[in-house]
């Protein structure tokens, strides 16, 4: 099940946790796989690991020149763009009340604004291939927000309403945009947090423990599968029961 | 120049499935020939790709009808 043999795959931030589980996974059901994220050195180890049907695509998403340009990149190195994935994502906490302007567009336009130009850079492909997969990574905190996360949840909520709409309009030419909402991850960007504040996240966990980046990469496997060709402007909510949408 | 209008009345004809004396000059794509404004767009795409030019979004908005699409691209080759 879930062969992507013959497919192609643009992943972004596949330099973090849970980028590289999703461009893992992708791999493994035989995609070719077009690595991106700001830091080239993590994106060559895991190209390293990978071996073949690998490619690094690094780019700064923070800059609209470069993720202009990306989509073009990997469609020329892969011959195609099949399968996006919008995975990266940034934070940059602080109360509302003493969030900058600085602070809240910077997280809109890495998270919500690349993804948007990624989509349409990738869109023209899709519509002539007449299949396509758009994969945006959301978050728990886009449905129930979070504290001192004004901007972070504004832009994951966004990728969510974007993903409907886009889902509306290109259905009818075989193309899916879907959205996976992670909850509490294991990833380095977790691991910062101490004990006592694991243990208290943990107490909102039906599960009663933090998920892996295995865990989102499979719903993303799936959601980019031929499979899945029924399902769009959904958004698969992995978060061990934290929160039940 | 007769040229360019029958290479873009054969990307109409095949992309919209309509027959052939139906695209006429003033034939809207909306309109006359059942295109939704997704087909309208793969449409544009489809000129860009014969003829190797840039459409862009702006002027792509003005062509309304197939007489629209086969002077853009008389005046844009």
Request: hydrophobic share 45%; charged share 20%; net charge negative.
């Amino acid at each position: 099940m879930f062969d992507l043999s013959g497919k192609t795959a643009l992943v972004t931030g596949a330099s973090g946790g849970i980028g590289a589980a999703i461009a893992r996974a992708l791999h493994g059901a035989g995609a070719t796989v077009a690595l991106s994220g700001t830091r080239e050195a993590p994106l060559q180890d895991l190209a390293g690991e990978l071996g073949e049907r690998v490619h690094v695509t690094p780019c700064n998403l923070s800059d609209r020149e470069a993720v202009n340009a990306l989509p073009k990149v990997a469609a020329e190195a892969m011959g195609s763009v099949d399968i996006l994935v919008n995975n990266a994502g940034v934070t940059r906490d602080n109360l509302f009340m003493r969030m900058s302007e600085d602070e809240w567009d910077s997280v809109i336009e890495v998270n919500l604004t690349a993804a948007m130009l990624l989509s349409k850079g990738v869109m023209r492909g899709m519509m002539k291939s007449r299949w396509g997969r758009i994969v945006n990574i959301s978050s728990v905190v886009g449905s129930t927000g979070n504290p001192g996360q004004a901007n972070y949840a504004a832009s994951k909520a966004g990728l969510v309403g974007m993903s409907k709409s886009l889902a509306y309009e290109v259905a009818s030419r075989g193309i899916t945009v879907n959205a996976v909402a992670p909850g509490f991850i294991t990833t380095a960007m977790t691991d910062k947090l101490n004990e006592e504040q694991q243990a208290k996240i943990l107490t909102q966990v039906p599960a009663g423990r933090m998920g892996e980046a295995s865990e989102i990469a499979a719903a993303v496997l799936y959601l980019a599968s031929p499979e899945a060709g029924y399902v769009t402007g959904t958004t698969l909510h992995v978060n061990g029961g934290m929160a039940m949408l | 120049m007769s040229d360019i209008q029958d290479r873009t009345r054969k990307i109409v004809v095949e992309h919209l499935g309509v027959e052939e004396d139906k695209v006429t000059e003033n034939a809207s794509f909306i309109d006359d020939l059942g295109a939704d404004s997704l087909d309208t767009v793969e449409l544009v795409m489809a000129f860009e790709e014969e003829f190797g030019i840039e459409i862009p979004d702006d002027a792509a908005e003005t062509i309304q009808t197939f007489g629209d699409a086969v002077k853009f691209i008389k005046e844009a080759v």
